[in-house]
């Protein structure tokens, strides 16, 4: 069946290093994808997002990365800041027959040590 | 910042009661999207609502759960007979429109049932 899966379930980093958060997905047809930042006792945080005609999409200190010859994403986070510690999920959506359903891969913990 | 607005942010129920969750989409937003978080995994798509309308509920369990979302007032998700299998964070999500639009979520409904 379809999936989004995380390649590593927790991330670790210094104050000011650069972060990588990967996520594989499994449906070719997927087409818009979502990265969400979520903390602790609150709903998941848009990020960014980025549709299957690019491959690439920056934002403010995010890029995300589309692959999908290899059905990959990740997201770079740039000069990390301890306010990113926080758990990270990619969503998917694809094709008509799913509807505008989000499918939630299962997060990456990414901690930012001072 | 009138974002999704989603109550009560916590509820306990006894097994057997009525479980009752609220959420107000942000201005302008007519479509409407309710996911379940079990602990330390990714948000599950439960039901798709536009005004007056159920779009798809093929995530709802069939027996005891309900949605609606009316002309007038919040959506409501609706969970009758509770067990303790629905404990659980719930989270409403709200667009613009539907397919390929960022989902902004609320702060979600905290469900314990004793």
């Known amino acids: 069946g379809e999936s989004v899966g995380l390649h590593l379930p927790t991330l670790s980093v210094q104050e000011g290093d650069n972060s990588i958060i990967n996520c594989a997905y499994s449906?070719?047809?997927?087409?818009?994808f979502i990265w969400y930042k979520q903390e602790s006792g609150k709903g998941p945080q848009f990020i960014i997002d980025?549709?299957?005609?690019?491959d690439k999409r920056q934002g403010q200190r995010v890029t995300v990365l589309l692959n999908k010859t290899v059905k990959h994403l990740s997201l770079q986070i740039a000069a990390t800041q301890p306010g990113d510690s926080a758990v990270y999920f990619c969503?998917?959506?694809?094709?008509?027959?799913?509807?505008?359903?989000?499918?939630f891969g299962e997060g990456t913990q990414l901690t930012v040590n001072p | 910042n009138a974002g999704v607005m989603q109550n009560p942010r916590h509820l306990v129920r006894r097994r057997g009661q009525e479980a009752r969750l609220r959420c107000s989409p942000m201005?302008?937003?007519?479509?409407v999207y309710w996911y379940r978080q079990l602990p330390e995994e990714g948000l599950k798509f439960m039901v798709y609502?536009?005004?007056?309308?159920?779009?798809?509920e093929s995530g709802m369990p069939k027996e005891r759960f309900s949605a609606e979302f009316p002309k007038e007032g919040p959506s409501i998700l609706r969970i009758q007979q509770v067990v303790r299998g629905d404990s659980a964070a719930y989270f409403c999500?709200?667009?613009?429109?539907?397919?390929?639009?960022?989902?902004?979520f609320g702060d979600g409904t905290r469900l314990s049932i004793l």
């Open positions: 969503a998917e959506n694809w094709g008509e027959t799913s509807g505008s359903r989000l499918t």
């Open positions: 999500a709200s667009s613009p429109q539907g397919r390929g639009q960022p989902q902004h």
């Open positions: 609502l536009q005004k007056e309308n159920i779009i798809d």
């Open positions: 980025i549709r299957s005609n690019m």
């Open positions: 201005k302008g937003h007519s479509h």
């Open positions: 449906n070719s047809a997927s087409d818009y």
